[in-house]
């Protein structure tokens, strides 16, 4: 990085720095008196790494209270860090960096960062040190002020403080694996890799693998994705409700069930939809040797997913492809079909809650392991219509840009539905603690 680009980014750190300093004046002296009052203390000290893997102290109000880290606005005074810049790391966490990573100490560590930011809304499914090396490669004031603002965002939206993670949640009887991104995709490849159909990966068949995932193997799975929409829907709906409860496995889908979380005093580990899940699934299946079968959506569509993701991920086998436009009269053949493809992933795009009540129709005459409802993914990775940028799934508000796409469509789902949702989650934890009572 030449001299210019650094004195630009510096004057910026020095400018927003003192800016909040006078406007936050009040509450950082309330905050500074507090530490001392219920910790001794004014400041905790974390040794850590900096530019160039220079040593410094990273100060942090004491005590758990909010606002602990105004105290770093010294050390971005001080020149030890900037507004935005990768996670300063300590000695042992800047040891695991990988080689290619270490771009990420040519700059000040901030004290917002990419991965801080994508973790507050729950979608911070890549590797930090991936996510840094992006970050300083394209590095200039813009993209520092634009981080800053997305970060004051998503922690308004996604919430700040340690809440606890319970493995799981439960919606209006409506239960969540509370999981990650990694463990899910995970959870499904080991299913669908050990079924007669596909092709075995050496690293499914080691002996002693006794794990959790190993010993689901075989058996036909369920798996749906849950966004407020959907919660909304089985909350009036028995029969959808019914489906979701009996599923081998719901996952959180959205910025409004983390919210829904936080008012319930519980932590979400990641939002996990299947939106961000099917690259990385279509990846998983490329090396691990399973197909996937595509039904649903217009006709034409499934096919260009098929196209796009084999060309992104080569190798992926596409067992099978079906619109979602056919009678009753044809289900027997297409069901068929599907068998005989050897599929070890079933993906439906019939839209919630109808793909969920045709997968639980026809459970057993399916014979893929592993079958999921999908909404609208095919028309995202179709190229149809785009998914909104990555800046405003990091701040919460991809569900704007779906509006923005489809208003009647839509409307009543964000419009009416959202706050709809969050009334009940409101009800819901007033009713437990009256239980607790």
């Given at each position: 990085?030449?001299?210019?680009?650094d004195r630009?980014?510096?004057?910026?750190?020095?400018?927003?720095?003192?800016?909040?300093?006078?406007?936050?004046?009040?509450?950082?002296?309330?905050?500074?008196?507090?530490?001392?009052?219920?910790?001794?203390?004014?400041?905790?000290?974390?040794h850590?790494?900096?530019?160039?893997?220079?040593?410094?102290?990273?100060?942090?109000?004491?005590?758990?209270?909010?606002?602990?880290?105004?105290?770093?606005?010294?050390n971005?005074?001080?020149?030890?860090?900037?507004?935005?810049?990768?996670?300063?790391?300590?000695?042992?966490?800047?040891?695991?960096?990988?080689?290619?990573?270490?771009?990420?100490?040519?700059v000040?560590?901030?004290?917002?960062?990419?991965?801080q930011?994508?973790?507050?809304?729950?979608?911070?499914?890549?590797p930090?040190?991936?996510?840094?090396?992006r970050?300083?490669?394209?590095?200039?004031?813009?993209?520092s002020?634009?981080?800053?603002?997305?970060?004051?965002?998503?922690?308004?939206?996604?919430?700040?403080?340690?809440?606890?993670?319970?493995p799981?949640?439960?919606?209006?009887?409506?239960?969540?694996?509370?999981?990650t991104?990694?463990?899910?995709?995970?959870?499904?490849?080991?299913?669908?890799?050990?079924?007669?159909?596909a092709?075995?990966?050496?690293?499914?068949?080691?002996?002693?693998?006794?794990?959790?995932?190993?010993?689901?193997?075989?058996?036909?799975?369920?798996?749906?994705?849950?966004?407020?929409?959907?919660?909304?829907?089985?909350?009036?709906?028995?029969?959808?409700?019914?489906?979701?409860?009996?599923?081998?496995?719901?996952?959180?889908?959205?910025?409004?069930?983390?919210?829904?979380?936080?008012?319930?005093?519980?932590?979400?580990?990641?939002?996990?939809?299947?939106?961000d899940?099917?690259?990385?699934?279509?990846?998983?299946?490329?090396?691990?040797?399973?197909?996937l079968?595509?039904?649903?959506?217009?006709?034409?569509?499934?096919?260009?997913?098929?196209e796009?993701?084999?060309?992104?991920?080569?190798g992926?086998?596409?067992?099978?492809?079906?619109?979602?436009?056919?009678?009753?009269?044809?289900?027997?053949?297409?069901?068929a079909?599907?068998?005989?493809?050897?599929?070890?992933?079933l993906?439906?795009?019939?839209?919630?809650?109808?793909q969920?009540?045709?997968?639980?129709?026809?459970?057993?005459?399916?014979?893929?392991p592993?079958?999921?409802?999908?909404?609208?993914?095919?028309?995202?990775?179709?190229?149809?219509i785009?998914?909104?940028?990555?800046?405003?799934?990091?701040?919460?508000?991809?569900?704007?840009?779906?509006?923005?796409?489809?208003?009647?469509r839509?409307?009543?789902?964000?419009?009416?539905?959202?706050?709809?949702?969050?009334?009940?989650?409101?009800?819901?934890?007033?009713?437990e603690?009256?239980?607790?009572?």
């Amino acid at each position: 990085m030449n001299r210019s680009p650094d004195r630009a980014l510096r004057t910026f750190d020095l400018a927003l720095t003192l800016t909040w300093l006078i406007l936050l004046a009040p509450f950082w002296l309330v905050r500074a008196l507090l530490a001392l009052i219920g910790a001794g203390r004014l400041f905790d000290h974390a040794h850590v790494l900096g530019h160039n893997r220079r040593p410094f102290v990273r100060l942090a109000f004491a005590g758990s209270l909010p606002g602990r880290d105004l105290a770093a606005l010294f050390n971005i005074l001080r020149g030890d860090m900037a507004i935005a810049g990768p996670r300063p790391l300590t000695v042992a966490e800047a040891a695991m960096v990988p080689a290619e990573a270490n771009i990420r100490f040519s700059v000040r560590p901030g004290l917002f960062s990419p991965y801080q930011v994508q973790q507050r809304t729950g979608i911070a499914h890549d590797p930090e040190s991936e996510l840094d090396q992006r970050f300083v490669e394209n590095l200039s004031v813009r993209a520092s002020w634009g981080l800053s603002a997305r970060a004051l965002i998503a922690a308004l939206l996604g919430g700040g403080g340690e809440r606890p993670v319970p493995p799981l949640l439960d919606f209006f009887g409506v239960p969540i694996v509370n999981t990650t991104m990694d463990e899910a995709v995970e959870w499904i490849a080991v299913r669908a890799a050990n079924h007669p159909g596909a092709a075995r990966h050496p690293s499914l068949s080691k002996e002693g693998n006794t794990s959790d995932l190993a010993l689901g193997a075989g058996e036909k799975a369920l798996l749906a994705f849950v966004n407020p929409d959907c919660l909304n829907i089985a909350y009036t709906q028995d029969r959808y409700r019914a489906v979701l409860q009996q599923a081998a496995r719901v996952l959180p889908d959205g910025i409004g069930v983390k919210i829904g979380c936080r008012m319930r005093g519980v932590g979400l580990a990641a939002n996990v939809n299947g939106t961000d899940l099917f690259p990385r699934l279509c990846e998983r299946a490329a090396r691990d040797g399973f197909s996937l079968f595509l039904l649903g959506a217009r006709p034409g569509i499934a096919e260009l997913v098929a196209e796009n993701m084999q060309a992104r991920y080569p190798g992926l086998m596409i067992a099978g492809i079906q619109h979602g436009y056919f009678g009753p009269d044809e289900e027997d053949a297409i069901i068929a079909r599907i068998n005989a493809s050897g599929a070890g992933v079933l993906l439906v795009a019939f839209g919630v809650p109808r793909q969920e009540l045709w997968l639980a129709d026809h459970h057993d005459a399916l014979t893929p392991p592993v079958r999921m409802g999908v909404g609208g993914l095919f028309d995202f990775y179709s190229g149809r219509i785009p998914r909104a940028p990555l800046w405003l799934r990091e701040i919460g508000l991809e569900w704007v840009w779906r509006l923005i796409q489809e208003p009647g469509r839509m409307w009543r789902r964000y419009i009416l539905g959202n706050p709809l949702f969050l009334y009940r989650v409101w009800k819901q934890a007033r009713q437990e603690a009256k239980a607790h009572e």
